[in-house]
């Protein structure tokens, strides 16, 4: 096996378990054993358990932003109706089997106070989701796109949460009605002339 695959193979199984478990309750020996690595081998390919919780949480932000994209291009029938396809998406993503909730808040929870990693690349997955949808809302004839992109995050991250910690299937669908009220709001005081970000 080269470290190509075997890095591979750690980081699937690191994702099942940090994910599934959390990060401080699973071990490097059972990470290598789910992996089917040796301990040498883990440690070729990820010299400190740090540098694997980085590793695993940059992918899963790839892939996670990766599928939400996709999932938009697919399904929005125009400019206006992809900010809301973000919530349809994510409506399918809590009826998962095994949804835990945002990997990056849960990692942060975890260990944000003690990793100054683990707290970089979470505001990173963040910034970068603020940015995806800001670029949607701008697509859109709406005043304050960049207040209505933090706006409808917030909502995001609060149905992601709602979803996790109280076991909400309604989450994704509550949050949607509120950022459809929050555009045509937004979508009403640019008719009525009272400006844009920027403008």
């Known amino acids: 096996m080269d470290l190509d695959e075997a890095r591979t193979r750690i980081l699937d199984a690191a994702e099942k378990l940090f994910y599934d478990r959390g990060i401080q309750s699973v071990g490097m020996d059972e990470l290598r054993t789910a992996a089917g690595v040796s301990l040498k081998r883990l440690y070729q390919c990820f010299p400190a358990k740090?540098?694997?919780?980085?590793?695993y949480l940059r992918r899963r932000d790839t892939r996670w932003r990766t599928a939400l994209a996709e999932y938009v291009d697919a399904q929005a029938d125009g400019p206006a109706a992809r900010p809301l396809a973000v919530f349809d998406w994510l409506?399918?993503?809590?009826?998962?089997?095994?949804?835990?909730?945002?990997?990056?808040?849960?990692?942060?929870?975890?260990?944000?106070?003690?990793?100054?990693?683990?707290g970089c690349v979470a505001r990173e997955h963040k910034e970068a989701l603020l940015g995806y949808v800001a670029g949607l809302v701008r697509a859109v004839p709406v005043a304050e796109p960049e207040s209505l992109a933090r706006q409808l995050v917030l909502l995001i991250d609060g149905a992601i949460?709602?979803?996790?910690?109280?076991?909400?299937?309604?989450?994704?669908?509550?949050?949607?009605?509120?950022?459809?009220?929050l555009m045509e709001a937004a979508g009403s005081a640019a008719v009525s002339g009272v400006g844009r970000d920027g403008a």
């Open 91 to 118: 409506g399918d993503w809590f009826a998962e089997d095994g949804f835990r909730g945002c990997a990056f808040i849960n990692a942060y929870g975890e260990l944000g106070a003690t990793s100054d990693r683990v």
């Open 50 to 55: 740090h540098d694997l919780v980085e590793a």
């Open 161 to 181: 949460a709602g979803a996790a910690l109280m076991g909400e299937p309604s989450a994704a669908r509550q949050a949607r009605t509120a950022a459809a009220a």
